[in-house]
């Protein structure tokens, strides 16, 4: 289980800044929303707080006070230029020879999205350093359980697949089409509230995933959760996750928050480690990705 360490209170801080200076000129409403979450801080950031639980809690005072998205604008551009890479990476799977070896290519690129997350002082520059991070993606693979995961896939009817950030669900768009061509059904859930720059259904609706492939349903979670916290998901959305035989789950809040569950599916981590939380935790570099399943 991921819990915070004293490295998390500047890195929980320093974003909380970074959203504050999105959203307002108003230096009175910065220092407010800034004494609202050192109040919360102070009561509930502990040795046992889980980093991306303590974050969710950060982002709704933001937001319920400015009722602005600190990450519109950031979410807009990274979808474009994430695009741009769409072509480029498609003609690299179709020169695969087979389904093994496209699943795998299309998989490690959409791991590779995951480096588009902002305000994260290990993950400066995440858009400028794309292109070399897609370049790298064999090369910075420290974690790999592909070949496990590729035969879970194919024993699985229907996959729960969990997208993280904005930009990184077109990547995710080219790794469920491998997907859709091994299992009946994929249901893809994005998040429901905006929170930091994760992928909502405008995103979803803006690269064409919620109507791509005939067995791909994009649903939105209902919550506002960096990752997830099963307690206040809508029952609903927690009775289509059960329905799954495989849970794909993308990004390093899904990690720290679904360790904290015995959870009834196997589960694939895919992310890219962008802080000394999650390095210490594993035992592996900053900037290196992981495919983990638990």
Not at 93 to 114: C, D, H, M, P
Not at 143 to 171: H, M, P, R, W
Not at 177 to 206: H, Q, R
């Amino acid at each position: 289980m991921v819990k915070v360490s004293a490295q998390c209170g500047y890195c929980l801080i320093r974003r909380a800044v970074a959203e504050i200076e999105n959203i307002t000129d108003d230096e009175q409403q910065k220092f407010y929303i800034l004494r609202k979450i050192f109040r919360f801080f102070s009561h509930n950031f502990s040795e046992n707080s889980i980093p991306s639980n303590i974050g969710t809690i950060r982002d709704r005072i933001i937001r319920e006070i400015s009722k602005k998205d600190p990450y519109y604008h950031s979410k807009k551009r990274s979808n474009q230029i994430a695009l741009k890479f769409v072509p480029k990476i498609e003609k690299e799977i179709e020169k695969q020879t087979n389904n093994w070896n496209k699943f795998r290519t299309a998989l490690l690129y959409s791991i590779v999205g995951n480096i588009i997350e902002f305000d994260i002082e290990e993950n400066k520059n995440p858009l400028g350093n794309l292109e070399l991070a897609l370049e790298q993606a064999e090369a910075d693979l420290t974690i790999d359980q592909s070949k496990d995961f590729y035969e879970l896939v194919k024993k699985s009817d229907t996959i729960i697949y969990l997208t993280d950030n904005a930009g990184e669900i077109v990547f995710d768009k080219i790794f469920i089409k491998e997907l859709s061509k091994l299992c009946k059904k994929i249901i893809v859930i994005v998040k429901g509230i905006p929170v930091l720059n994760d992928a909502t259904m405008e995103d979803a609706e803006f690269i064409n995933l919620t109507s791509s492939f005939p067995n791909v349903e994009v649903i939105p979670s209902g919550t506002d959760h960096v990752g997830m916290i099963l307690e206040e998901t809508p029952k609903k959305i927690l009775d289509i996750i059960n329905s799954g035989d495989l849970i794909i789950a993308k990004g390093m809040g899904y990690f720290e928050t679904l360790t904290e569950y015995e959870l009834k599916k196997p589960v694939v981590h895919l992310f890219r480690i962008k802080c000394g939380n999650i390095s210490k935790f594993l035992n592996r570099e900053i900037n290196k990705n992981v495919i983990l399943i638990r």
